[in-house]
């Protein structure tokens, strides 16, 4: 090293600076940057149950160990099969046949990361429903594949029991053909990850932001100042001009729009003031009303909301006091973001914009924890804050109450006749399983199948013109886990799963459907079940 | 690689139960060509012989699944060694491997762990092997993150075809992931889009103004790009950069933190000094196993006739439920690689080569880096070897209208692309 590069070391070393990252940041870095350090740690203190040890499971498994959970369990009291060794990459081949699947799979999953605990458990899920069903709660989600469709509809009746025990992700495959759906009372998120963005509020410009657009001497500033005016003070600048000369409004009609665009042109000193150009093409956010949003406002009026108790979950009470802060804060709005994009500017005029927002924000957000009930903790009012115009709550149902109301499914297949073709092919299957005798072998016939779907759906009603595709793949292949299907399902489902555990992103709401002969995937959505 | 002379335990009965029931049995949409039973498991099990490119996050993915799936010749490329951030991913490798070849690494694993497979490893670049080679695989599947490597494979490819001879085609599938995105393709080289046709839709990538950078930072990146771009030069000479090099990276963070502490800029972390020099993606398990299996699927499907294949995209976003879309990415008549047409192009009588140069810099469906510039009848402006960019140097100041006329050819090469690309320049006015 230069003694110039020394120095500047030595001279740089008295900021605080962190040191570099250790082995388990440097190991984990790639997914952090999706979730951060909340969502690895919700991960981290995950326990996950998987039900028989299938393909399928283990696949999903990987996609979950490889980041890092806390705990998994494989129940399955199986031996492994000739045809298990197979199409298992968790199994050893044929020095595995015969041995435990679950502890087979157990270790082989465990090595590729020890910072995971795994466990088998060689009891039968219908042992444990029997004697131990207490047990199924200690878990942070269940995820079952190719259940038995008793045993399947015990379990959900169990966990959908009580609002506090863990969903349960129900996963369904078939030769080519897939689905998962995802049991749960309510998830809610507060870091969805939206990709659109807060309102910079240049309509309803805050005092502090207004008072600076309206006092800076324009006219008599510097050339070089002049071109590095941030478009967020010139166009509150330009749009409190423009109020006073027409009665308090913004630009309402076109032409009004294009003049006062170019009376932002007009104020150039020079003709090459990128700041003015990018002020013009972000013109339309000074007579854009910021407004709260239909999804957010509709959570003010959810029941849950208005009566909230200080035994509510905080997502309640959060919502409930920003439905307070919007109706009696002077700007009806949701608090600010501190969140500047970047624009031409210098960085003294950038940094002082950015500090103005800043400060009001945090006056925002002082405000607004004056209207809540309970204590919350403080990471999690500015994360709910910071994404207050992306919230979501989403509602489920039960697995499989869908399937008992015909008139549901058909209304879903007006949408998505290719996704409720797969999904009433999955479930005939299921009906035919349903009804034969344990260990007997599995080949339904096209008609059989038909029939059993057709029963799903009220009289009259026809099978969508999709289904012929769907039911003859799984005739085809009933009982076939294939390898890329199961490897597919297995990250998806371990998407959705990360989603579930994090409360980060937006899990399905529905069934996804999944067909690998035409390679696409499709969502059958609660919200279009419903007649 | 002692794994050569492995004895291949033969398959076992019923090793290949759930593959064989959609190899016994067409579906309904299966195409009639498809020879049901031993016929087809011949093929797959004993005849057919893949190329993978790449064995990181999606390559590991993929040769599980193609061993799985029942082909038994893979071979597999890849320049990389492995390094811990790998490891959340990548999963046939473990802490103790390392600094080792992701490929033989990889190649040893899946052999070990699926009996009778053949895996062939190649440490090295894909630009190292001829068209001889590429000539002997039925299928090739792409897992790669560079977009450089992927449009010299994909123009080999489709310069390998030879009209006169079916086997010259060599299907390529080529998959990619970005955090919860990712999207497979099925490209029929010279039949249907090819890699370069698509260029344009690849994200492009965020430059920050030099200008910016040296005078008016306003956000933490600017302060990094300043300390990489501007003073790593300045005052480390020549010492070349490397972004693995925790020192390196170390150094510049505290350079980038002590410029954004005198400008008041928050932000500057490791973490993100380390993503902005590396122009680090996010990488997660489940999206590179989605991807994967979706390439798979398709070269199970492309081998055995199963099913139709796909055609000729997917495209997935995981970050609000599940997203996906297939649709048929259409060919480009103008693409370079495949397309045989020239590309128009309209400058002003004033634009000089220097300019073009620019232009072509920046245009995102040719992403060309440093383009060498000729006419059938002479040279316009060589980038290398020396003494021809010396000679041709004074041409960079002319205007491209006083060395080609209108309606005339330009060729563009450049040395990091196996093709050359033709415009067709006319002027405005
Ligand atoms: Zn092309």
Redesign the pocket.
């Known amino acids: 090293m230069s003694q110039e590069a020394q120095d500047i070391q030595d001279s740089t070393t008295a900021i605080v600076a962190e040191s570099a990252p250790d082995a388990k940041t440097r190991r984990y870095d790639r997914q952090l940057r999706l979730w951060a350090a909340s969502g690895q740690s919700a991960l981290e203190s995950s326990r996950v149950l998987v039900i028989a040890g299938t393909a399928t499971s283990t696949s999903v498994l990987k996609n979950l160990v490889l980041p890092g959970i806390g705990h998994f369990t494989i129940l399955d009291p199986l031996e492994v099969t000739p045809e298990d060794a197979g199409n298992n990459f968790f199994l050893e081949g044929p020095s595995s046949i015969g041995k435990s699947r679950a502890e087979e799979a157990v270790r082989l999953l465990c090595e590729l990361n020890d910072g995971v605990d795994g466990k088998a458990d060689k009891r039968s899920l219908e042992e444990v429903l029997e004697n131990d069903k207490e047990w199924l709660s200690d878990f942070t989600i269940v995820i079952a594949h190719n259940l038995d469709p008793k045993l399947l509809q015990r379990l959900s009746e169990y966990l959908w029991s009580d609002t506090t025990f863990p969903p349960l992700v129900v996963v369904r495959s078939a030769g080519f053909l897939a689905e998962f759906y995802i049991q749960y009372h309510e998830h809610s998120v507060i870091e969805s990850h939206s990709e659109t963005t807060p309102s910079l509020r240049i309509d309803k410009a805050f005092p502090a932001l207004l008072d600076y657009a309206t006092t800076l001497d324009f006219e008599n500033m510097d050339v070089t100042d002049h071109g590095h005016i941030p478009y967020v003070v010139i166009l509150v600048r330009v749009l409190e001009d423009w109020k006073k000369a027409h009665n308090g409004l913004p630009p309402q009609t076109y032409a009004e729009k294009k003049e006062f665009k170019q009376g932002i042109m007009a104020m150039r000193k020079k003709s090459d003031e990128e700041n003015f150009e990018e002020a013009e093409a972000q013109a339309y956010r000074s007579w854009t009303a910021t407004t709260v949003p239909s999804e957010i406002s509709e959570l003010f009026d959810d029941p849950k909301v208005k009566s909230v108790t200080p035994s509510s979950p905080p997502f309640y009470h959060l919502v409930n006091a920003l439905a307070k802060f919007v109706q009696e804060q002077p700007s009806h709005t949701l608090p600010l973001s501190s969140t500047l994009p970047d624009m031409k500017a210098s960085t003294s005029a950038y940094i002082h914009l950015q500090t103005l927002y800043k400060r009001r924000a945090e006056e925002e957000k002082a405000a607004f924890k004056s209207y809540l009930q309970v204590p919350i903790a403080e990471d999690m009012v500015d994360a709910f804050v910071k994404n207050s115009h992306a919230l979501k709550l989403l509602r489920g149902k039960q697995w499989g109450a869908v399937d008992k109301d015909g008139a549901a499914l058909v209304k879903g297949g007006e949408v998505a006749p290719k996704e409720l073709s797969v999904h009433l092919a999955l479930s005939a299957l299921s009906s035919v399983i349903d009804k034969s005798q344990p260990g007997a072998p599995l080949t339904p016939t096209v008609e059989a199948l038909t029939e059993e779907a057709q029963a799903l759906l009220p009289g009259g009603a026809s099978l969508p013109d999709d289904f012929d595709n769907a039911v003859g793949e799984v005739a085809r292949a009933p009982t076939a886990d294939l390898p890329n299907v199961a490897a597919l399902l297995g990250g998806l489902v371990a998407q959705e799963v990360i989603k579930m555990i994090t409360k980060q992103y937006i899990p399905i709401h529905g069934y996804c459907t999944i067909d690998l002969v035409d390679a696409w995937t499709g969502t059958l959505k609660l919200s279009d079940l419903k007649p | 690689m002692a794994t050569e002379t492995q004895s291949q335990p033969a398959d076992w009965p019923g090793r290949y139960f759930h593959i064989d029931q959609v190899l016994n049995t067409p579906g309904p949409r299966t195409d009639e060509s498809f020879l049901a039973g031993d016929g087809v498991k011949d093929f797959l099990r004993n005849k057919s012989k893949i190329l993978v490119i790449g064995a990181g996050g999606l390559g590991c993915e993929i040769l599980a699944n193609l061993a799985l799936t029942g082909f038994k010749d893979i071979h597999v490329i890849d320049m990389d060694t492995i390094d811990i951030s790998n490891l959340n991913r990548q999963f046939l490798f473990r802490p103790k491997d390392v600094g080792k070849s992701k490929a033989i690494v990889a190649a040893e694993f899946i052999m070990k762990r699926v009996p009778g497979v053949k895996v062939t490893p190649y440490f090295g670049k894909i630009q190292d092997k001829d068209d001889a080679y590429y000539m002997q695989f039925n299928l090739v599947i792409c897992g790669l993150d560079s977009v450089e490597a992927r449009r010299w494979m994909n123009a080999t490819l489709?310069n390998l075809v030879d009209p006169e001879e079916p086997e010259s085609l060599k299907p390529l599938i080529d998959g990619g992931t970005e955090g919860f995105k990712g999207q497979a393709r099925v490209i029929l080289p010279t039949i249907t889009?090819?890699?370069?046709?698509s260029l344009d839709m690849l994200n492009k990538q965020t430059a920050f103004p030099i200008c910016t950078i040296a005078n008016t930072p306003r956000l933490p990146e600017h302060c990094i790009e300043w300390a990489s771009v501007l003073e790593w030069p300045r005052v480390r000479g020549d010492l070349k950069l490397d972004t693995d090099d925790p020192e390196h990276i170390g150094w510049l963070y505290k350079i980038a933190l002590a410029r954004a502490n005198e400008f008041k800029i928050e932000g500057v972390t490791w973490s993100l000094t380390q993503g902005v020099v590396k122009n680090i993606i996010p990488a997660i398990a489940s999206t590179n196993a989605v991807i994967a299996a979706a390439c798979c699927n398709e070269a199970f499907k492309i081998a055995t006739s199963s099913a139709a294949y796909l055609n000729n995209y997917f495209m997935l976003i995981g970050t609000d439920g599940v997203y996906s879309y297939t649709f048929e990415h259409e060919?480009?008549d103008d693409?370079p690689?495949?397309?045989g047409e020239a590309l128009e192009m309209t400058l002003k009588p004033t634009t000089t080569v220097e300019e073009l140069i620019d232009i072509l810099v920046e245009k995102q469906d040719i992403q060309i880096k440093k383009p060498s510039l000729s006419t059938p009848t002479k040279q316009i402006y060589f980038q290398a070897p020396p003494q021809l960019e010396e000679a041709t140097r004074p041409n960079l100041e002319k205007k491209v209208s006083d060395l080609v006329p209108p309606g005339g050819e330009v060729t563009v090469t450049a040395t990091t692309l196996p093709f050359s690309l033709s415009l067709r320049i006319s002027y405005s006015e």
């Not at chain 2, 889009?193 to 046709?197: F, Q, R, V």
């Open positions: 489709v889009s090819c890699y370069e046709c060919k480009r693409c690689v495949c397309g």
